[in-house]
Nanobody, 119 residues
């Protein structure tokens, strides 16, 4: 069972930056993708960005050009560099991972980390 531990959330001013980290452990197979979702109060959870094991990335339109996702494979840690933050980025951010074990995919979620942007 994959365990995801997030860190790096907190309070930032508008225009500032934060970097989220997500460390994965306990995989019995291969982690093929990692990503970040977020959920703001009263809103549905939405994809922020994801990255595949070969480096393909995908971003929500609202963060394109401001956020960068990366994956340090030796450390099994994914990062989300968030720049030019605005109040609309305030949300709980969740790390996700897709693991493949014997041709079966499993999805895992972290506990979430709060990001608050003050204007």
């Amino acid at each position: 069972q994959v365990r995801l531990v997030e860190s790096g959330g907190g309070l930032a001013q508008a225009g500032g930056s934060l970097r989220l980290s997500c460390a994965a452990s306990g995989s019995d197979g291969s982690i093929t993708a990692m990503g970040w979702y977020r959920q703001a109060p009263g809103k549905q959870r939405e994809l922020v960005a994801d990255i595949t094991v070969v480096g393909g990335t995908n971003y929500a339109e609202s963060v394109e050009g401001r956020f960068t996702i990366s994956w340090d494979h030796p450390k099994n840690t994914a990062y989300l560099q968030m720049d030019s933050l605005n109040a609309g980025d305030t949300a709980v951010y969740y790390c996700t991972a897709v693991e493949v074990v014997s041709a079966t995919e499993y999805d895992y979620w972290g506990q979430g980390t709060q990001v608050t942007v003050s204007s």
